[in-house]
């Protein structure tokens, strides 16, 4: 039985809820920092004022809700008594109507609630918010200013259930089917593999995600979102697969896969190199945040754990099969020590025929699944260093790849929309990281407000410590350049790198070259915590030019251990740019055309 | 007969029209420049790409829509193909759909056009971009990427007109009922008199207002959006009415005046001291943009020139009524030398009747029409200046009323909302001042942007070396402080300043006086222009705390003549401000509750 709590006015039942579900720093505008925040802490919460505040945040709740990013967002309108009279009020249009931003914000939110009765108002805050959860997408929720301050009837809120972080099992029927169905495929499948993307699977899924990737071992492929959300040290992960610009190996064991069982990606443009690299739905299980697809097939409201869960339990028997030994083709990465390695790929129980005729297909045509990124990983750490010359600038295609061996496990990387966010795709991410950039909305500036919310999310959770770490390029960082005022004033300590090239690489190599319009005004960054009010020994600026200048700051103690905010020019060449960039471009400017 | 053009394409086209009906610079997100730009030169043209860049500047073109502002906002769409053919490219939601920021933008454009035909093209743009001019707010026009450069055959140009500023008369029958209706209150009124404000009548109908002014001499206020639409200098002007917060007079006059004919003006609550200067339609001529209505009677298609014109003409015949003595009441107003002032109230030919009972009803119960404004200009140029102490600290009651001796014809004089914007209540506009501030939308960090986009108009017009000039509020600044570094970019020389008041007084004197969502991080302005890569020699700072130190910068040539950029730190404590702002204030906090 519910122990009776004293009244409370709305607005505190409001913030208990969002407390309840996990939630210990709300935000502001632009509403980046909340996107940022909920990547890290699985959800977040937004408060604006109805028509300015809102449609400032509209841009990252729809980035948001493009990329399932749960923000519950919370609107402030004018009183009952204003609107039922259509008063011209500041904020509104001054035509008397308070819904039309309403409207707007509809179509980029899951759930959207508007309260004007004290009595019902918890059951649809709550619903809102579960909602919110649930969909890992935002949700609005539209408060007029006079009903903040009234009491809710106790009586009211004893029905309302503490708000928890579950999934529940909605639609048993299309779950039942969806898992019969997907299993019976796999189970034909000849060559399947697994792609795993970044897309509302974060939370409320871990668990159930890692049992999946531990067991059953098919070939594993990470999405460019999914960077983090596949541990690099399995076995049988294979490495990234972002169409034309995924290894030779990761294209040779995707071209042979007959089924592709997607887990939260999105085959976008940016995500499959301009969609050389997508896969049609006839080969295709996607499993997503709340439903999932099977060959076109789809299944409403059966929830990613549950559907890991049940595939995960009906493909892996107790019996096992054998290592498999396979071969290295040398030939795909020179400088790798030819031999046979030895991996495990103890996929069991798919019906052992299946996966032994697996088995004798990536012998066969691929002969090779050993990841070439986890051999870098592997040579960094037991044979020699990245290379590092004294004299050499620093290029892209050495920052990215030589950045793995700096990360660390638990970091927390943001990378902008931009050299940064393909570049990463050269990177091995580090165990237990988080990885967050906008492959879908690509928002240029997105990034610093996030980087705000990722670092509060960080301090307010049990790993206080973990780092924040983002990649910006000038050109990007001059469109939210305030929010590092906010990183100040909340005394969030993160390493962020400005890519100094001179503007917008990434768009000159779509359109413009030499156009002004990929120009940007040369800022002083070094300057930019002084005149955002920083006191001097709470932050280290620092000029990087070659690689040897960024392996020193690499190794100092200080500058790695995130005691001061860290704010480094990384300068590289105008038109150098990661190779994977320089083709993915190359297909984007063609498209367009 | 049209001249034979060569063939060009579609964006070319597009250009050359939004030159012709006289842009000169275009702007990008987040949009505020374009309505500072469109405040200036009379329309502006801004360019997004759908989605991000689109949803981006939302906040600005909504607060275009409400305080009719007209800006051509073009859009780029994915090509037509990706749009056929539903691909989940970048900057979209992912879901195939693309028509959903249109329906988001459609809400606050007056109207939106979607071009997938280059047959109709020209003919779409052409209407848009009239549209935009002919009601003075946003339009929206979405063009497919890959249709940019496709060629308009000459045919189809040949049948365009060149675009020019006209406001046509397009529904006689309603304008000439509505003249005709209007005429006859205004003849049947006792005390009528004039309200003009700064909404959709700066452009399109300047020298008809000026007419109509000059001879409809009718007692004659100013909103607050109005300031520096009306000549100060008329006789016949009493000053600002804003409800509660208007002088004696200015209240005993409007009290007894039974037709109040409004120009351009939205009575919202801003602009009434929370609608306590609310004017009941039953009393009133509204006369907008497009439309008009005569007590409550809306007459549609009809423009706000033509009807000036129409009116002046039908009010004012050739015989002049006598300059009438007006008792000068100076208990009104103490330190007025007491006598009888000689006003000018050749109101004409409304019937001289109508105009002797108004001029009996003006001697009788309101005994004064003399500026109050107007004599403290006269004063200043006259007799003494504004109080200077050297310890005096700054005050916002002393700030704005001595800042209208320092002001200069010609003047573009942007407040941001807040202290400045009703601060700026208390001072008098210099001649052929252009003035702005967002009384309806009220979007803060507006004027940032609204600064850089005014300053460039300036910059474009035949006037090259009118002054910009912005009041900001601390708080306000850090919402758009990298507008400073576009204004660096571009060269322009506005001269800013910042009211330091540790945050947002306006806020406080609102709700929350002592909560630390009212405070800011500190920041170090002066360093601002250094950090945004300003060269030494381009700009200058200041910091002032006391009216002799401003006394001494308003006195200084350097500074007023805006050889570089000026950058003023104008401190005053933080619980100062206007003294209407604080009786504004409360009551805009006994609404909310």
Known sequence: MAVEREAIDLFEHLCMQIKNIGIDSVHGVPGYAADGYARVNGISALMTVMGVGELSALNAIAGAFAEYVPIIHVIGKPSREAQKNKLCVHHSLGDGQFDVFE????????????IDDVQTAPALIDEAIRTCWVQSRPVSIYIPCDMFRLPIPCHTLRKQPMLSRELPLDNVRAFEQLVDMATKEIRQATNPVILVGGYGIQNGAKQELEDFLNQVRFPLFAAGS?????DSRLPHYVGLYVGSCSSPQALKIMGSADLVICIGNIQSDLSTSGFSGFVDHSKLIEIERTKSKVKGRVFERVHVNNVLQALTSKLCTSSHLAIR????DSSLHSGVTKGVAQIETSVTSVGQETMLKSGLRLLKSIQS???PFQYFWTKATHETDYA???SNLITHDWLWTSLGKWLRAGDIILTETGTSSFGIWNTTMPPDSIFMAQYLWSSIGYTVGACQGAAQAARDSANAQRRTILFIGDGSLQCGCQELSTIIRQGLKPIIFVICNNGYTVERLIHGEEQIYNDIQPWNHRLLPAVFGA???TYQTHCVETTAELDALWRCKDFTDCS????V???VAQDDAPSNLVALARSLHERNA
Chains 1, 2 share one sequence.
Do not use: F, I
């Not at 999914?226 to 596949?230: E, P, T």
């Open 564 to 567: 001061v905010l860290q704010l």
């Open 369 to 371: 699944s050993v990841n």
């Open 569 to 571: 020019e990384l300068c």
């Open 103 to 114: 409207e707007m914000s509809r179509k980029v939110s899951c759930l959207t609630v508007s």
């Open 388 to 390: 590092v010359e004294k």
């Open 535 to 537: 006191a001097p020994d």
């Open 226 to 230: 999914g960077l983090a959300m596949v």
């Open 325 to 328: 030994p396979v071969c290295v």
